[in-house]
């Protein structure tokens, strides 16, 4: 199994990454899936950042999509390494409305990264908002 974590930024008109979420919810949860691929997708302001985990080929074959997808540009891989089981159970989108004050955000954030690797965990918690 591989896991992929990757960052990116919108290429949205409004400049918010959370703005694309319901279509990238939409396509990703049929299709990852089928393809038995998991994940956290993090978005805030202009960012995307991505935790994905599945079997090689499916993984190979998203990478593909991914790069060719024009909701995102930059896309930098951050970390590439097999691993023996999933961080992720359920494919998981997570993104702080701006309503949501940053400790409800936080608190999310916590119970969806509870028993991740540290090295993952870290990526995630750069992006936090202060």
Same mark, same amino acid.
Do not use: C, K
């Given at each position: 199994?591989?896991?992929?974590?990757?960052?990116?930024?919108?290429?949205?008109?409004?400049?918010?990454?959370?703005?694309?979420?319901?279509?990238?919810?939409?396509?990703?949860?049929?299709?990852?899936?089928?393809?038995? /691929?998991?994940?956290?997708?993090? +978005?805030?302001?202009? +960012?995307?950042?991505? +935790?994905?985990?599945?079997? +090689?080929?499916?993984?190979?074959?998203?990478?593909?999509?991914?790069?060719?997808?024009?909701?995102?540009?930059?896309?930098?891989?951050?970390?590439?390494?097999?691993?023996?089981?999933?961080?992720?159970?359920?494919?998981?989108?997570?993104?702080?409305?701006?309503?949501?004050? /940053?400790?409800?955000?936080?608190?999310?954030?916590?119970? &969806? &990264?509870?028993?991740?690797?540290?090295?993952?965990?870290?990526?995630?918690?750069? &992006?936090?908002?202060?």
């Amino acid at each position: 199994m591989r896991q992929i974590i990757y960052r990116s930024i919108t290429t949205s008109e409004s400049g918010r990454a959370a703005d694309d979420i319901p279509d990238i919810v939409r396509e990703a949860t049929a299709r990852n899936g089928l393809d038995g /691929i998991t994940g956290l997708l993090y +978005a805030e302001e202009d +960012a995307f950042l991505q +935790a994905i985990e599945g079997p +090689a080929d499916s993984m190979s074959d998203l990478m593909e999509r991914l790069e060719n997808d024009a909701r995102h540009r930059d896309l930098t891989i951050l970390v590439d390494r097999s691993i023996t089981e999933r961080e992720f159970g359920d494919w998981t989108m997570i993104y702080r409305d701006r309503r949501e004050s /940053i400790d409800a955000f936080d608190d999310r954030l916590r119970v &969806l &990264l509870a028993g991740v690797s540290d090295e993952t965990v870290r990526h995630f918690r750069a &992006l936090q908002p202060a």
